[in-house]
């Protein structure tokens, strides 16, 4: 049918994937993965079926639309990251008095923009 893209959540991607079928589906060009952890495992799978194929992985609460990050995978990544925002969004972690925290320190995810 000359589908060009489709998006997953990663449990449908996996059985996807494992179809042998799979490699047939030679006209996709984007995945779009989200709704749960997306293993890197999984991910570097879906490149291997699908070589020329572009993975995103997209993050996301229900209350922000969906996605506000996203993530363009690298074959052999050794993780999935949420990614960096959306147009329009801004993304902060910030500690419990609502200040930044410095990068790889814990703290609560807040979101701002176009899409709240």
Not at 88 to 106: E, H, I, K, M, S
């Amino acid at each position: 049918e000359g589908v060009t893209g489709a998006d997953f959540v990663p449990s449908l991607l996996e059985a996807f994937v494992a179809e042998p079928g799979a490699k047939e589906c030679t006209s996709l060009r984007w995945i779009e993965v989200a709704g749960e952890a997306f293993p890197a495992e999984l991910a570097n799978r879906a490149v291997e079926v699908l070589p020329g194929c572009g993975v995103h992985n997209l993050y996301g609460p229900t209350e922000a639309s969906v996605e506000v990050t996203a993530w363009q995978h690298v074959p052999g990544a050794d993780r999935v990251p949420i990614g960096a925002p959306i147009w329009n969004t801004q993304v902060y972690v910030l500690d419990a008095a609502l200040r930044p925290v410095a990068p790889g320190v814990a703290g609560e995810l807040y979101l701002a923009g176009a899409g709240l």
